[in-house]
């Protein structure tokens, strides 16, 4: 046996319960953190597999030297986030399937907890982490994640520190697919796409909300797992007007693509002004690459809807959409988004 490596043996043995998918790309700093805390699970029926999507950083010789336990699956050319978690995921066969950011570390018992609450849950797709801030820990960046009536995806509990307050009684929209625990045969049911569960034409961001979309539709549900804790270096690899311009184009298309038109029809009044009013915010502060880039993605999602629109109509189901409950989900924002 391998003490400091006992993953190795799941996967020498051929039958482990998990794999661990970890897109990375230039990241070999922050994957050094990512890979000695999987090293540390209590659960050990997993595999980790690291998508290395083109790095040029050494990413390949780091895990080769230091990580013999790690499946390495290694693309010539970055291709983006959805195409290198849709590649680790037609790679592998395990029973579920973890995707998990370059830029997180785990606790021990991080990996027991989300297998345990999925376990408990039958008619749960999905378990959602309790992602917390890297350089403030007691502060919530995540506790699964939750769409508005007004059109908008939201973190549970973002900014606010934790003291429990989501750990009874909560139900999220659907996981952070940055530490999020999926069963592969849900999100082979909702592939509507010969690349993968993860839709291709999204890129990188909000392909976790699209995915939860479709997973409701279909009556699975999400579970949230408070033990399962894990720390996350905000925007590590990614953020930005980068981020600005992929968000502020992808939300505008998972409305076209995902929400019911029953409840389009009940708050389009709410989701027109909150659209409206980003966009509007975002013109004002030209000045800001970031605020730029929101009005690009929105610009490029124009031309993309109507594809987006017949997307909604390849991804029919024979399961009839429970619209009542999906709503009671739905939240109501505070304040102005």
């Known amino acids: 046996m391998n003490a400091q490596h006992p993953a190795r043996e799941t996967q020498a043995g051929g039958g482990h319960r998990v794999d661990v ?26 595999v980790p597999i690291v998508i290395d999507d083109g790095s040029t950083d050494g990413t390949a010789a780091i895990l080769a030297r230091d990580y013999p336990e790690v499946r390495v699956l290694r693309r010539e050319h970055n291709g983006g ?30 990996l027991a907890a989300l297998v345990a609450a999925l376990d408990a849950a039958p008619d749960a ?28 995806p939201i973190n549970h509990g973002v900014w606010r520190r934790d003291v429990g307050q989501y750990d009874e009684e909560h139900e999220p929209f659907g996981p952070c697919a940055g530490a999020g625990l999926y069963r ?39 579970v949230f797992a408070p033990d399962a804790r894990i720390y996350h270096h905000l925007s590590a690899t990614g953020g930005g007007p980068f981020a600005s311009y992929w968000v502020g184009r992808n939300l505008l298309l998972i409305l076209a693509k995902d ?9 389009w009044p709410r989701i027109v002004a909150v659209y409206s009013g980003r ?10 690459a970031a605020a730029r880039a929101t009005l690009r993605g929105m610009l490029a999602a124009v031309p993309a809807l109507p594809r987006f629109w017949r997307k909604r109509r390849a991804q029919g189901s024979p399961h009839t959409p429970d619209l009542a409950r999906i709503e009671r989900l739905l939240l109501v924002p505070r304040r102005r988004p």
């Open 184 to 222: 592969r045969a849900a999100l082979r049911a909702v592939a509507t796409d010969a690349a993968g569960p993860l839709d291709p034409d999204l890129y990188m961001y909000c392909e976790d909300v699209d995915l939860a979309w479709r997973l409701q539709l279909a009556g699975y549900h999400c």
């Open 279 to 288: 966009a509007r915010r975002a013109a004002r502060a030209w000045r800001s």
């Open 81 to 110: 986030l959805v195409a290198a978690c849709n590649a680790g995921i037609a790679a592998t066969g395990a029973e579920l399937i973890c995707l998990l950011n370059n830029d997180t570390e785990a606790e021990p018992g991080w």
């Open 125 to 152: 797709a999905s378990v959602a982490s309790k992602i917390l801030l890297f350089d403030r820990r007691d502060t919530l960046h995540s506790a699964g994640d939750g769409f508005t009536i007004t059109g908008l």
């Open 21 to 46: 998918i970890i897109p990375t790309f230039d990241g070999a700093a922050l994957l050094v953190a990512c890979l000695n805390a999987l090293r540390r699970q209590t659960f050990r029926d997993f």
């Open 259 to 267: 929400v019911p038109l029953p409840l389009l029809r009940r708050h």
